[in-house]
């Protein structure tokens, strides 16, 4: 038996198939994943991300610790309330996670993947040396992600006044603490939407309140299709140890400036760039019937051979896309081998659906 | 609780075989199959005119969660597919039971005794 969020009764109910995920019985969908998808892009959806790693890290040094640990640059936040994102580089330039970092009051809260809890707790501790920092793990909080075009204006009915005018005025990227609730508008699909950070034992009712309101679960199987047409990066699968953000379309998350901060892994970057980066994400469409699928071979005319990192069906543009790591000088068009098949595929930029609108 | 009709016969590799009064047998997979694979989205079909002993591969079911080879139940000549199910496999999840996906001339009908009666594969897939 894994791990239960405090939802895990509540989608057995609502009918879920379950599913090992890091550990953790999550609901994988509720009946059609390709329809709880469609409802995301149309009209908004709701999450359960109870199973995500929460950290709040304090102490007179955090700030000072957090430009150490991570490749993006935390004195970007300029005022509580605001948030992003960045990966924690090994000494090699490998990605041991990535999160998004929220500026609170009087703490930085991270949020991470479920399945790196440990390897990441590991990792931090160790790396905290004389500095005058605490970890708090908030395992007393479950965290709902309520995404879609209509998921603001949605949730805004369902909360207090002062909650109700907080989401309002969130804009991209801002987190917030009301009471004991933590909104921010932040999100894993390519919509606009919430995560909201609440006590374990508010989460059931609230959840309950979003449901019969009309806003449909999500299992973890629409998640993975929405983030893979949003073009972002699941770790340990486009992202893990052996790759650096250059490798992985994420050079925009890597702060440089000012050149004195000596983040973790920040010479190994230098060094990789140096010499020339030698591999990139891109996007694939298969124009022909199929679906791709992770560790497919990719074959680019005279420049080399790639692999597929993530590949599914797109419930969006009703055709199978892909993400994969290929040599760095690529071409427009490629090959990938399906049961001993070489398919013609279009290379494109990995991200295929933003805010409900088809890019590629 | 899946849907098992009485009627049919069923592989351990959960195909479907109904035989037809004409002598054909129609090949689907079952309701358990559709739902444990999730949403179908590419149905790779086989081709009239291939002769398959019993358990050769015969297609691909893609989901958008795995592919699944399908296997024939019987030995046989193709002699009909489905090709509604090229524009709409979901069809596999809507109507396992409609949604056919080959017919086959028979080898040796008796090999349908072979395969699991409704009360076994029940019993098979647990429930």
Not at chain 1, 15 to 21: E, L, P, R, S, Y
Not at chain 1, 213 to 227: E, F, M, Q, V, Y
Request: one cysteine or more; glycine letters at 8%.
């Amino acid at each position: 038996m894994g791990q239960r969020t405090p939802l895990y009764d509540l989608h057995l109910a609502l009918g879920a198939k379950m599913v090992d995920f890091g550990g953790w019985d999550m609901p994988l969908h509720y009946g059609s994943q390709v329809e709880e998808h469609h409802e995301v892009r149309r009209d908004c959806g709701v999450f359960d991300v109870s199973h995500m790693t929460v950290i709040d890290v304090t102490g007179p040094q955090a700030k000072a610790w957090l430009q150490h640990l991570l490749a993006n640059d935390v004195d970007r936040l300029h005022r509580p309330g605001r948030a992003l994102y960045s990966t924690m580089l090994n000494e090699r330039g490998g990605i041991v996670d990535d999160m998004i970092v929220y500026r609170l009051d009087d703490a930085y809260r991270l949020v991470f993947n479920a399945s790196t809890r440990d390897q990441d707790l590991a990792w931090m501790t160790e790396q905290l040396g004389a500095y005058d920092v605490q970890l708090h793990e908030r395992t007393e909080l479950a965290m709902l992600a309520i995404q879609g075009p209509q998921a603001r204006h949605k949730i805004a009915e369902l909360v207090t006044q002062s909650r109700a005018t907080l989401i309002q005025h969130l804009k991209p990227f801002e987190g917030y603490t009301d009471g004991d609730w933590f909104i921010a508008r932040t999100g894993y699909t390519g919509e606009d939407g919430l995560e909201i950070c609440l006590p374990a034992s508010q989460a059931p009712g609230f959840f309950n309140d979003l449901v019969g309101a009309g806003i449909s679960p999500i299992g973890l199987g629409a998640r993975d299709t929405l983030r893979v047409e949003a073009g972002m990066n699941l770790y340990g699968q486009d992202i893990h140890q052996e790759v650096s953000p250059l490798a992985s379309n994420m050079a925009w998350s890597i702060a440089w400036e000012p050149a004195t901060r000596q983040f973790i892994g920040r010479a190994a970057l230098e060094a990789e760039k140096a010499a020339g980066v030698a591999h990139k994400l891109v996007g694939l469409v298969l124009e022909e019937r199929g679906v791709l699928r992770a560790h497919q071979v990719v074959r680019i005319a005279d420049v080399g051979e790639g692999e597929i990192t993530s590949g599914s069906f797109s419930p969006t543009l009703s055709k199978s896309i892909a993400l994969a790591r290929v040599p760095m000088a690529t071409a427009d068009r490629a090959e990938v081998e399906i049961r001993g098949k070489w398919y013609p595929v279009r290379v494109v930029k990995p991200t295929f659906v933003r805010h409900g609108k088809t890019l590629i | 609780m899946s849907d098992i009709p009485a009627e049919l016969r069923f592989a351990e590799s959960h195909e479907w075989a109904r035989l037809e009064a004409d002598g054909t047998v129609t090949v689907g997979i079952s309701d358990h199959a559709q739902e444990a694979l999730g949403d179908v989205v590419f149905v790779e079909l086989t081709e009239v005119g291939k002769v398959f002993a019993a358990q050769d591969q015969a297609g691909v079911v893609e989901s958008v969660k795995a592919a699944s080879d399908i296997y024939s139940p019987i030995s046989g000549e193709v002699i009909a597919i489905n090709e509604e199910l090229g524009g709409s496999p979901e069809l596999l999840n809507s109507d396992p039971y409609g949604a056919w996906i080959f017919k086959i001339k028979p080898t040796d009908a008796a090999e349908l005794d072979k395969l699991l009666d409704a009360a076994a594969y029940k019993a098979a897939i647990g429930e």
